[in-house]
């Protein structure tokens, strides 16, 4: 589902913005500290198996 284009004002949408560009930046700074060259494609294997196993 989605949300209908100008159902969410200005205001509300400025401040989702200024609340996720933060926590985006701080979970990116946490996520590669854990991930390593080897993890991240195991993760897109991994990944693309389920979205294969969920359509089938």
Same mark, same amino acid.
């Given at each position: 589902m989605h949300i209908?284009?100008?159902y969410l004002?200005?205001?509300f949408s400025l401040g989702s913005?200024?609340?996720t560009i933060p926590t985006w930046a701080v979970?990116? @700074?946490k996520v590669r500290d854990v991930l390593?060259?080897?993890t991240v494609?195991?993760?897109a294997i991994f990944s693309g198996s389920l979205l294969y196993? @969920?359509?089938v």
């Open positions: 209908p284009d100008g004002s200005p205001v913005g200024a609340v979970v990116t @700074h390593n060259r080897r494609p195991l993760m196993h @969920h359509d």
